[in-house]
């Protein structure tokens, strides 16, 4: 957090009357505090120490920005001749470098916008707390994306870093999910639409027990028999969407469409770079029973989704978990 001087500081400007103020702002300041637990319970208060004016450098540079900021009121061109006496009335106005740090020291105050306490370092820095994909070290599952995650604070407003790293924690975990080309799928989401076609009767739900069901055969190339014979909790579909088509009703859609077929644990949408357009864009639902899989991929496969044959083929349930989801074979 960065200490700043305003003028008018802390007192309040006349009642009615224009007003105008400087601001002389302390950008890239050597001081650093630091954040530490008190206590392991989570919702405890941290010890914070800000080290607000503990390098002699941030005070002489705020000290001459101060004293500018007097110049400029005190003898500008467009305002020397509107300031009667001091200015402001009440702050005492030092002579010399020395009164105005003694006037930094008594008047600075902080401008709210706190940054770094969980500092982007290399592993072999002591006082890193994240690592280049905002992971937090030592805890699994744990991402910082905000402000202060900066090792140094910007000489400006830090809204559009906010967003930008916002933006790029998104980009991030959709690639540790599994999504490759995640700048590609962010790019394509809101401008395509998709539309579901109304879906065909499904056959007779199959069993474990009885696979040697009657399935009517589609034009999607895979032998549903031979699939049934090594039926596993995930599946795969395959020429749903195109490449760049992926959007952002989806995951949804499909989703909500396999639960017809029973309890869905997980929709994953993983796209192939440079792949043939039919194998590019991988759709994987991981069902909760054997059962539903088996009755999702006879009902899917084969089905007309967006004018394309849908492909759906079981997955194994090893690679899906450890997201290797570019090896069906």
């Not at 224009?18 to 405890?44: H, M, N, W, Y």
């Not at 390098?55 to 500008?76: F, Q």
């Not at 105050?109 to 030592?138: E, I, Q, Y």
Request: glycine share 8%; with cysteine.
């Amino acid at each position: 957090m960065s200490p700043v001087f305003i003028d008018g500081l802390p007192y309040n400007p006349v009642n009615g009357e224009g007003i105008f103020t400087t601001v002389a702002f302390l950008c890239g300041q050597q001081a650093r505090g630091t954040v530490r637990l008190s206590f392991k319970d989570p919702t405890s208060k941290p010890i914070i120490d800000h080290a607000y004016l503990d390098n002699d450098l941030d005070v002489a540079v705020l000290a001459e920005g101060c004293r500018l900021c007097h110049e400029i009121i005190m003898k500008g061109r467009g305002t020397k001749d509107i300031i009667v006496g001091a200015w402001p009335k009440i702050v005492p106005h030092p002579n010399d470098m020395i009164g105005w740090k003694e006037h930094v020291r008594a008047f600075a105050s902080t401008c709210f916008h706190p940054g770094g306490t969980c500092k982007m370092a290399p592993d072999n820095d002591p006082m890193g707390v994240v690592d280049s994909r905002l992971r937090v070290r030592n805890v699994k599952g744990l991402r910082v994306a905000d402000v202060s995650i900066l090792p140094l604070l910007n000489n400006g407003h830090p809204q559009i870093l906010a967003y930008a790293i916002g933006e790029k924690a998104a980009s991030l975990i959709l690639e540790d999910d599994g999504v490759s080309n995640a700048a590609a799928v962010a790019k394509m989401m809101a401008k395509m639409d998709t539309i579901l076609l109304p879906p065909s009767p499904p056959p007779p739900p199959p069993t474990i027990a009885s696979p040697s069901i009657i399935i009517p055969k589609g034009d999607s190339g895979i032998n549903i028999a031979d699939e049934l014979k090594g039926a596993m909790k995930v599946i795969l579909l395959k020429n749903m969407v195109g490449p760049g088509e992926v959007d952002d009703l989806l995951d949804s859609e499909t989703k909500e469409e396999c639960q017809k077929y029973g309890e869905v644990d997980k929709c994953l949408i993983y796209e192939i770079p440079e792949a043939p357009e039919d194998e590019a864009v991988r759709i994987f639902d991981e069902f909760k029973r054997v059962e539903s899989a088996i009755k999702a991929v006879v009902a899917m496969n084969g089905r007309y989704f967006g004018g394309r044959v849908v492909k759906a083929k079981f997955y194994n349930f090893d690679k899906f978990r450890q997201f290797d989801l570019a090896d069906d074979s």
